[in-house]
């Protein structure tokens, strides 16, 4: 079984950056989870992937954060990362990070981000 837990959300004004951290299970390395994603969902919509790394690093973004965030993984402190800039008000929702593992899905417990001025 996979933990992850989540950190780094918060309050940030329009054109800011934030970044968040998402640390598995010491058990786990995270170059052993096929996947490691951050999905996001805001009030009244679905969840929807924002950024994804597979195991062998290879970045894949939704459109909607194309140069603007970045996903990054440390394998000293098993933790990936979701660097946001330039953020927008339409990026405030609940982030979560996911992973994949032995053919099931683990998620972390969210982290609110809220972009407002």
């Known amino acids: 079984q996979v933990q992850l837990v989540e950190s780094g959300g918060g309050l940030v004004q329009p054109g800011g950056s934030l970044r968040l951290s998402c640390t598995a299970s010491?058990?786990?390395?995270?170059?052993?989870?096929?996947?490691m994603a951050w999905y996001r969902q805001a009030p009244g919509k679905q969840r929807e992937l924002v950024a994804a790394i597979g195991s062998f690093g290879r970045t894949d973004y939704a459109d909607f954060v194309k140069g603007r965030f970045t996903m990054s993984r440390d394998g000293a402190k098993n933790t990936v990362y979701l660097r946001m800039n330039s953020l927008k008000p339409e990026d405030t929702a609940v982030y979560y990070c996911n992973g994949h593992y032995a053919s099931s899905d683990y998620w972390g417990q969210g982290t609110q981000v809220t972009v407002s001025s």
């Open positions: 010491v058990s786990v390395s995270i170059f052993s989870i096929d996947t």
